[in-house]
């Protein structure tokens, strides 16, 4: 896995129906032994990973981050949050917290069962209203067009 030297293949969500669809494709994949994946972390990680920003968009986000921080990031959101969006999500950040980063040892099915378990929640009606603690208060569509955006997975 290395993503200096792999081409990453381009996946574009409209909604999390996609989502629900693609990580189905990506347990399949590793059933069958042909997942390949790209960058540092496996595929469960990816699926464990993205869990748990629906989760916090959802139940409130464990950790914050500096005032000059946060300014910065509300007076880009105020400019373009589209584009702040694709910063956030581009490969080979850093965590700010460790609260985002998966286990080491997860599985593609289990990462998958924790991501679907999440769309599960707003399937049934919940609302991603939490505030970021970058970009503050987002509404229910902003963080799905967020959740889509997120990185590819495989």
Not at 41 to 60: C, E, P, R, T, V
Not at 61 to 77: E, H, I, M, N, Y
Request: some cysteine; overall charge positive.
């Amino acid at each position: 896995m290395n993503g200096r030297i792999c081409r990453r293949r381009e996946v574009h969500l409209a909604n999390l129906d996609e989502l629900a669809a693609e990580v189905e494709r990506i347990v399949a994949a590793d059933s069958r032994g042909d997942l390949i994946t790209t960058g540092q972390w496996s595929a469960g990680q990816i699926l464990q990973h993205n869990s748990l920003l629906i989760q916090f968009s959802l139940d409130g986000f464990p950790f914050g981050v500096s005032w000059p921080t946060q300014l910065l990031c509300r007076l880009l959101k105020a400019i373009s949050w589209k584009w702040l969006v694709r910063q956030a999500f581009r490969r080979g950040r850093q965590m700010p917290s460790p609260a985002l980063r998966p286990d080491d040892q997860i599985s593609v099915p289990r990462g998958a069962a924790i991501l679907l378990e999440q769309l599960g929640r707003i399937r049934r009606g919940e609302q991603m209203t939490q505030s970021s603690p970058f970009e503050g208060k987002l509404t229910h569509d902003q963080w799905i067009e967020s959740t889509c955006s997120m990185p590819n997975y495989t």
